[in-house]
């Protein structure tokens, strides 16, 4: 079910609390990817600009995963391991939340499709043109 409002402000964070954020949402769309990474994670994948991204708490208490061209900052908590956000390949200068690491249930408002990550080369230009960068 997608959500008709304009926008929602959501809060989130990692399982442990050191790492908070809030994000704003004005499309209710998510991506959920089968590359390795994104399968092992369980990572459900919402796109937003940086000025609709506040980091609240936790700055010092991430560290960052890279790999591959190591443009992907994939960052996660040091105390926990979880992978709330990242900034990710596609969008490197956006934040890519993870769904999961809302503090409500929301993936019944968010319309959710599938990307083919493992075979990223060939499928990123549907995100990068469904989401386009400003």
Avoid at 68 to 85: K, L, P, R, V, W
Wanted: aromatic fraction near 12%; charge should be negative.
């Amino acid at each position: 079910m997608q959500n008709s409002d304009p926008s929602i402000t959501y809060q989130g964070g990692c399982h442990c609390g050191a790492v908070r954020f809030q994000v704003t949402v004005d499309r209710f769309e998510a991506i959920n990817c089968n590359c390795s990474i994104c399968r092992k994670k369980g990572f459900i994948h919402l796109l937003v600009p940086p000025e609709k991204f506040t980091l609240i708490e936790g700055a010092e208490r991430l560290t960052t995963y890279t790999f591959n061209t190591h443009t992907a900052q994939h960052t996660f908590c040091a105390i926990c391991g979880i992978h709330s956000f990242y900034h990710p390949r596609s969008h490197p200068s956006w934040f890519d939340v993870n769904l999961r690491c809302l503090d409500e249930d929301v993936l019944s408002n968010f319309k959710i499709q599938p990307f083919d990550g493992a075979n990223w080369e060939e499928n990123v230009d549907k995100i990068r043109h469904s989401h386009s960068e400003t």
